[in-house]
């Protein structure tokens, strides 16, 4: 039997799914989205979530939820990386090579300083 | 590392030139340097602003207000109020009856700009593409809901119909007629495509649009299905686009688990089955009945018409075939209504195109604008200007077989209609953007090769057209061409528009003619004095063995 | 590079897989191709046969002769008739590509390379292959070496992106 057979189920299912992301982002202080789509990848993004999961670990970092999205701002300036903290409005860095990534991990993440040069202002 | 938020434009036709506006120009440089709005505010010259009274006029944007006459040292003002301090300086206004009909588009777009307006691409890098629980977050499957218990399948046509959709795969053809269509056929059986053949060279809109939110494309053709009494769907992805297919493949695994495909959906007694069928490599394919007969397992040759495929479609039955961006304008219509959508875009090419820049500029990628955003807009706002401030020289519009705009007419609004008037195609929304170290006749030669490449063959004028046509053309890059080529170019360029059988032969002639009427010194430059301009041809004979060999025909 | 490399792969056994998983119908051909091209590198002459022998279902009137297979897999691109090199090196030369860079990396990739476009090495290590459009025009040039898919491509950088692979 499928999850949702009515549209009753499909908004009590949106309401649950709600519920459980309020949790999930009281839980997780920190969330890190990283545009993962064919330009990005070519960019070089693959090595760039690598480089970022590798110091989560490394600095055994908690509370910090990595999340990949499909294509975020323009191609010229992947591979992207947006930093959210405590649900404020988000930072985007362009051109995050694995070695901005990692400092952006320190500065930014850790040490709540934005990295100016590689962010973009909205 | 800055947004641009504004956009300055000085008019700098012969007349607003002979009044100074040069020194306009150059005042508004030097004020926003000084204010250190430079990064912010982009500065370009508009020309086809016609004869104004008003000359030289300034025309700022977002705000789409237009001031004149302007004088050099009415600029420190402009800049410190509108742009500084964000106050329109009421007084310095153009009257409006001094403002020729041709602006007065330009105040359509008012407060449209920077912003984007985002329906497609809505949800595109905010939510992860592999998980459906966030795109039931961000208002997924609500039309479906609403189209399966509140409305009928003619009602869900009818709302369609009103929107004004046009298919956004480059002909522009209207979407709820096509549905009615396909719904009031005759047969046993239905089937809704979704043409996600993307092939078209500078073309990735689909490809975003798939990697970034695939089940809004799922949800649009299980609606589709639903209006026209079609069970089976099949999605068509160019092999070449793997990671859409595999986020799509997910994506109907999902749908199935949650019970948005399958049988009984949502309780409402109607069953959906979707397919993906995965292309090899075809750029034909992309051609709706090229793209059945390569479903059907044969070589995509496209099919006589008529009949079409709303009739004789897949396995002959009738068939609904639509591209992924027209499909993916379905859900928020049926959402937000008709009405919603109408107040974007223009009153004759309603809703937002989704347009892919590249080229010779300092960002590419994907945006989305309403209908009617002009070149130059594109160019200085979204696109951030010109790479290393190089001058623009042409831009060609909906990929391979678009049409070539010179900089003079960048200031064409580009829907489906202007364009037609001004003899340029929308096409498929790609926007090449060439600055003048680009060689007109070499970037035709690669295009030409293109289509060489890429006819089935199976008709005549096609097959031997393009060849001739890239033979031509080669011949004058190397040195070897002849005036009376050129008529013979036009005169191929006609027969092969008239006479081939579907739109890569008929199409495949725009550049040429194109190229023919906008930049014909340069072309005549090749044959007459033996020079490429740009330096980009290499003028002598190139070894016909490594090209045969470089396009894989041996 | 000769057909004998391709001698010990289990033709049947991918054949007969990838039947499973796209049934036999007329719309399962050219999934059926590609799976075998993916598999093997290319579509040998052979593999057609194990195809018709396996397509058959006369009582739906679906039968496949070995001519229509081999016209499908000489129409497609994505399809070869050729033995195919251990590495594939796929160049887009659209216009969007040419535009920005293109020319110079071409020029690169066959001097580095030593081989025109369709050619296959000596060694079988190679083989260079041009594509249209890829749809990643936005950090183009664009190369692919297999599966790998390389962004923002420099003449420079060529040399260094073959070297990663053995």
């Known amino acids: 039997m499928p999850l949702i057979n009515s549209p009753q189920d499909l908004r009590r299912v949106r309401e649950e799914t709600l519920q459980k992301r309020l949790l999930q982002n009281q839980a997780s202080r920190i969330q890190i989205i990283v545009s993962m789509d064919t330009p990005a990848i070519a960019a070089g993004a693959r090595e760039t979530m690598q480089a970022i999961l590798e110091f989560i670990e490394e600095e055994k970092l908690n509370h910090i939820l990595v999340k990949k999205t499909g294509n975020l701002g323009f191609d010229s300036w992947k591979p992207i990386v947006q930093v959210v903290i405590n649900s404020q409005s988000p930072v985007t860095y362009r051109k995050v090579s694995p070695t901005v990534a990692r400092r952006i991990m320190e500065e930014h993440v850790v040490g709540g300083k934005v990295v100016q040069e590689h962010a973009i202002h909205f | ?554 | 590079m000769k057909d004998q490399s391709t001698k010990d792969l289990p033709i049947a056994a991918i054949v007969e897989a990838a039947i499973e998983k796209h049934g036999t119908n007329y719309d399962a051909f050219i999934p059926i191709l590609l799976e075998v091209n993916k598999a093997v590198g290319y579509i040998p002459l052979h593999a057609l046969k194990e195809i018709r022998l396996r397509v058959r279902a006369p009582e739906d009137g679906i039968f496949v002769n070995e001519g229509r297979l081999y016209s499908l897999s000489s129409f497609y691109h994505m399809l070869s008739t050729k033995p195919r090199g251990r590495h594939v090196v796929i160049f887009c030369e659209s216009a969007p590509c040419h535009v920005v860079g293109g020319r110079q990396v071409w020029q690169a990739l066959k001097e580095n390379l030593g081989l025109k476009a369709g050619e296959t090495s000596e060694d079988g290590k190679w083989s260079l292959v041009t594509t249209s459009c890829l749809g990643t025009c936005g950090v183009g040039p664009v190369v692919v070496v297999d599966d790998e898919i390389y962004g923002n491509v420099t003449p420079e950088q060529v040399p260094e992106i073959l070297a990663r692979y053995e």
């Open chain 2, 1 to 554: 590392m800055k947004i641009t938020r504004s956009m300055v434009l000085v008019s700098s036709d012969p007349l607003s030139l002979q009044r100074g506006s040069l020194e306009i120009y150059r005042r508004f440089q030097e004020k926003l340097e000084s204010y250190q709005l430079a990064e912010e505010v982009a500065l370009s010259t508009i020309t086809d602003v016609g004869n104004t009274e008003a000359s030289p006029v300034v025309v700022i944007y977002p705000e789409a207000v237009i001031y004149g006459p302007v004088q050099p040292e009415n600029v420190d003002r402009l800049v410190s109020e509108h742009l500084y301090k964000g106050h329109i300086v009421e007084e310095m206004l153009v009257p409006k009856r001094h403002l020729p009909s041709r602006m007065a588009w330009l105040q359509s777009r008012k407060g449209s700009l920077p912003a984007q307006q985002r329906i497609l691409l809505a949800r595109v890098g905010k939510i992860d593409p592999e998980n459906i629980e966030d795109y039931i977050l961000h208002d997924g499957y609500q039309a479906l809901a609403k189209a399966l218990s509140k409305m009928t399948p003619q009602q869900v046509i009818e709302e369609i119909s009103k929107s004004g959709l046009q298919g956004r795969g480059g002909a522009g053809f209207p979407t709820g007629r096509k549905w009615s269509f396909v719904a009031s056929a005759p047969g046993n059986k239905r089937y809704v495509i979704c043409n996600a053949d993307e092939s078209e060279p500078g073309t990735f809109k689909d490809r975003v649009l798939l990697e970034s939110d695939p089940h809004a494309i799922l949800e649009a053709m299980i609606i589709a299905g639903y209006a026209i009494h079609a069970q089976e769907g099949y999605i068509y992805i160019r092999g070449e686009y793997e990671l859409s297919q595999k986020r799509f493949l997910k994506a109907i695994e999902q749908a199935h688990e949650y019970g948005f495909l399958g049988k009984n959906i949502l309780g409402s007694n109607f069953d959906f089955e979707v397919h993906l069928h995965s292309g090899a490599g075809a750029y034909v394919c992309g051609e709706e009945t090229a793209l059945i007969e390569s479903i059907e397992g044969k070589r995509g040759e496209p099919r006589s018409r008529p009949p079409y495929p709303t009739t004789h479609g897949l396995w002959g039955q009738p068939t609904l075939v639509n591209n992924v961006e027209t499909l993916a304008n379905v859900p928020p219509i049926l959402l937000h209504g008709a009405e919603w959508y109408r107040r974007f875009g223009t009153p004759s090419s309603p809703g937002t195109k989704v347009f892919t820049i590249l080229g010779n500029v300092n960002a590419t990628g994907v945006i989305e604008a309403p209908m009617g955003i002009t070149l130059r807009e594109v160019i200085n706002i979204y696109a951030q200007g010109m790479k290393n401030g190089a001058a623009f020289k042409l831009a060609q519009t909906g990929g391979s077989s678009g049409s070539l705009i010179p900089a003079s007419l960048q200031d064409t609004p580009l829907d489906f209609d202007s364009p037609r008037k001004a003899g340029v195609s929308l096409g498929s929304g790609a926007l090449l953007i060439c600055d003048d170290n680009t060689c007109v006749v070499d970037l035709v030669k690669v295009l030409l090769r293109f289509f060489r490449f890429e006819s089935c063959g199976k008709c005549t004028p096609c097959r031997i057209g393009t060849q001739r046509c890239y033979e031509t053309i080669r011949a004058i890059t190397e040195g070897g061409g002849q005036l009376s080529d050129l008529d013979g170019l036009l005169r191929l360029a006609e027969q092969m528009e008239r006479l081939s059988n579907c739109g890569l032969g008929q199409t495949a002639a725009v550049p040429i003619r194109d190229m023919l009427k906008h930049f014909r010194t340069e072309v005549e430059a090749h044959i007459r004095l033996g020079i490429c301009p740009t330096g980009i041809c290499r003028m002598v004979p190139e070894d016909e063995t490594a090209e045969l060999i470089e396009n894989q025909m041996v």
